[in-house]
């Protein structure tokens, strides 16, 4: 996909050199105009239409506004009534709010599949401290632009990253980088991308803060890292002068704050063309009921709730849950809860399915939970036996040993390699691929070549 106009990449690997990403560890991706964008992929005769979302009363104001709504001067917080005399043309929507929730949930669990630690800002954008994702995903730059390429292949969005050494510089590099742009301010430039910036750049800088600094001349962020802290304490306060002076010459040393995830475990798959088909839904499911089972074995975990998630091909997003009698980490008894949740959806026959997963949640340590073997069913059964699997595959490969059902015309693992709580395993080749299988989306196969997969 197209990395947008101000984005940027790493630089060459050259001998005695650092990638520009050394360093880098912090994230911010930020999405672009995002409810408007969450309207115009629902309704996709909107394409290049000015959009503007916000209560559409007299005194309402405006929520989200798309670029080229911006191109006429509307933002967001501007009263709708200035926004549709700039904009007479523009098709006003009011918000859908309980949408924008579900996709936001959606991106954060993108997000979380990357790292744990991650600091959600807003519904549309959060940082992410990516240290421990570097040694499993590759540098800071390619696992943002995995990022981007997941979140548009799954939500049909766009977003824009920043990657920094500190929240601060990333936060202003996301920034630059708009619309559907990377941006890599390297540890060693960031006072040369930093100091020619407007003082309004600085956190901290509002109106009445900007008056008083125009006041004293200084305009440019490098006009208050020249200035002595004294003279910017003593116009600006003790506090609020020190602030501005540490941000001006790059000092920002928050570490990302990451909120409790909601516990689960599982997997989802975009398919590479809408389908339609129940037994390649089916196929799809027990592939990954077996990935998801997998995963809860390897965290020691039991769950005790499964879910289906169902994406049809206008992005409409169906979920089905059901609670076992007993918690479980066998990819039989979640994949068969699974289909039976996917039969119950009451989809129609003729419905085409964009993205399908399996979710387990309600997680217990599989130390502390006894589980009560159904009749007839002996002690070394198939938890034992799937764990005699687990055991071959991570010695000879991930796709060694696997279901009957999966031997033709099934991939090995999902298409973004992103899932949350997922495993990966074998990377994708092209040449072993069985007779039959369905081709990737585009983005996917980008994405896998970014993590060095294809």
């Not at 217990?364 to 687990?390: M, Y």
């Amino acid at each position: 996909m197209s990395p947008g106009p101000a984005s940027s990449g790493p630089a060459s690997p050259v001998p005695g050199h650092q990638p520009a990403d050394t360093g880098c560890h912090i994230l911010h991706v930020d999405m672009d105009a995002f409810y408007a964008s969450v309207e115009i992929r629902d309704r996709p005769g909107l394409t290049g239409q000015p959009v503007i979302v916000g209560a559409t009363a007299s005194r309402g104001v405006v929520l989200s506004a798309s670029y080229e709504a911006r191109a006429f001067g509307v933002h967001s917080a501007m009263p709708v009534t200035r926004a549709r005399r700039l904009c007479p043309q523009a098709v006003f929507i009011p918000p859908r709010h309980h949408v924008y929730a579900a996709v936001s949930k959606e991106v954060m669990e993108i997000f979380r599949s990357v790292t744990p630690e991650v600091e959600p800002l807003a519904l549309d954008e959060a940082f992410l401290d990516v240290s421990g994702a570097i040694r499993r995903l590759g540098p800071p730059a390619r696992i943002g632009a995995l990022i981007r390429a997941t979140i548009a292949e799954q939500q049909g969005i766009t977003c824009s990253v920043g990657v920094a050494p500190s929240k601060f510089i990333a936060k202003l590099a996301s920034t630059r980088s708009k619309p559907d742009g990377l941006l890599i301010v390297p540890a060693d430039g960031v006072l040369e991308f930093l100091h020619p910036l407007p003082v309004a750049a600085l956190w901290g800088v509002g109106e009445q803060t900007g008056q008083v600094l125009a006041r004293l001349g200084l305009r440019t962020v490098r006009d208050i890292a020249e200035i002595p802290v004294g003279t910017l304490q003593r116009e600006l306060g003790a506090s609020l002068g020190a602030h501005l002076a540490a941000l001006a010459w790059g000092r920002d040393e928050r570490p990302v704050v990451s909120s409790t995830p909601e516990k689960s475990i599982g997997a989802e798959e975009t398919f590479a063309s809408d389908i339609d088909d129940p037994e390649v839904i089916r196929r799809e499911l027990l592939r990954l009921s077996g990935r998801t089972a997998r995963g809860l074995r390897s965290a020691g975990a039991l769950a005790r709730t499964v879910v289906v998630k169902l994406r049809l091909a206008n992005f409409t997003t169906i979920t089905r849950s059901r609670t076992l009698p007993e918690p479980t980490d066998v990819a039989r008894t979640i994949y068969a809860t699974a289909c039976a949740l996917y039969g119950a959806a009451g989809l129609d026959s003729r419905a085409r399915l964009r993205l399908v997963g399996v979710r387990t949640s309600g997680l217990v340590p599989a130390s502390r939970a006894a589980t009560q073997l159904a009749f007839g069913e002996r002690p070394a059964g198939w938890r034992d036996a799937e764990r005699a699997l687990d055991r071959i595959s991570g010695r000879f490969g991930a796709d060694t040993v696997r279901p009957a059902a999966l031997v033709t015309g099934q991939r090995d693992e999902p298409s973004s390699g992103m899932s949350a709580g997922s495993h990966s395993g074998a990377p994708d080749d092209p040449d072993r691929r069985p007779p039959g299988e369905l081709p990737r989306r585009p983005a996917t196969e980008s994405a896998r070549r970014l993590l060095g997969e294809g």
